[in-house]
C-alpha cells in the first residue's frame, strides 16, 4: 500500500504542473510517467537494501519511502 501512495502523490503533484507548463500533455499521461518514476525509485532503494545483506531493516524500508531521507549507502565507515 505505501508503493501505492508514493505513486499516487507523485502523480498528483505532477498534474496541475503539466497542465499550466504544458497543455498539450494530457495530464494522465504526466500521473503515469510521475507515478511510475517514483515507484522505481523507491523500489531501487528496497533492492539496494536487500542486495546489501540479504535482508531489509524496518529503518531501511521507511528511509525507501521518505523523500527526504540521506542515503547512506556510499558513506565511509
Do not use: C, Q, W
Amino acid at each position: 500500500m505505501r508503493i501505492v501512495a508514493v505513486f499516487m502523490y507523485s502523480a498528483m503533484a505532477v498534474i496541475g504542473g503539466a497542465s499550466l507548463i504544458a497543455p498539450e500533455i494530457p495530464p494522465h499521461k504526466a500521473a503515469m510517467l510521475a507515478g511510475i518514476s517514483a515507484t522505481a525509485h523507491v523500489v531501487e532503494k528496497l533492492a539496494r537494501a536487500y542486495a546489501d545483506d540479504g535482508k531489509i531493516t524496518m529503518d531501511e524500508l521507511n528511509a525507501a519511502f521518505n523523500p527526504s531521507a540521506i542515503d547512506h549507502h556510499y558513506d565511509d565507515e
